[in-house]
């Protein structure tokens, strides 16, 4: 049985918690954009979106795919056949989609590794909040999942401390020492 996080150490878990519910809902926006993405440039569509250029503010240029790619050989191991020629100038929102999610999946990780070692979780809990940046819409509702089981262990075990304090302070305060006698 895993330890219980110690009550010192409860602000630190309050913080962790914010960081990674604020975490969590960028992570998951990022990670249904990036799904957007790849339905608009992997499926028939062949679509790109881009910032400036010559199509304007905001613009889709079209993609040019090989003839070996499917829709399919995006979930078929081991395979390079398909190869996407990209027609667009400027900047290239839907790979800049693709490399700040990566790189704040990184930071999503740290603060679910965060609130579960503060909380002393078992590992398999620690894989299940990282789960939560690669499955669309998880990481939303494990995000109301955690902050709600947190919070309601931490508010058990501060009224748990309070009342076994003031049972103590009742205690010690019947018993006459030996001055009162």
Not at 21 to 45: D, F, H, N, V
Not at 55 to 61: D, E, R, T
Request: hydrophobic share 50%; net charge positive; glycine share 8%.
């Amino acid at each position: 049985m895993p330890r219980a996080p110690k009550l010192a150490s409860f602000p630190a878990i309050r913080g962790a918690l914010k960081f990674y519910q604020i975490c969590s809902i960028i992570t998951g926006t990022m990670l249904l954009l990036l799904l957007a993405e790849m339905i608009l440039k992997y499926t028939p569509i062949h679509l790109e979106l881009f910032l400036g250029g010559s199509g304007g503010f905001l613009w889709f240029a079209p993609v040019i795919a090989g003839p070996d790619c499917q829709w399919w050989s995006l979930f078929a191991p081991m395979t390079n056949e398909c190869e996407m020629i990209s027609t667009g100038d400027g900047f290239n929102l839907s790979l800049g989609i693709l490399v700040a999610h990566g790189w704040f999946y990184v930071v999503y990780l740290f603060s679910c590794f965060r609130v579960w070692s503060l909380m002393r979780w078992p590992f398999g809990r620690f894989i299940l909040l990282a789960l939560g940046g690669i499955v669309p819409f998880l990481s939303f509702f494990m995000e109301a999942r955690v902050a709600r089981e947190v919070r309601a262990y931490l508010q058990s075990r501060e009224d748990a401390e309070l009342h076994s304090r003031a049972a103590h302070s009742s205690l010690t305060h019947a018993i006459p020492t030996e001055n009162q006698r």
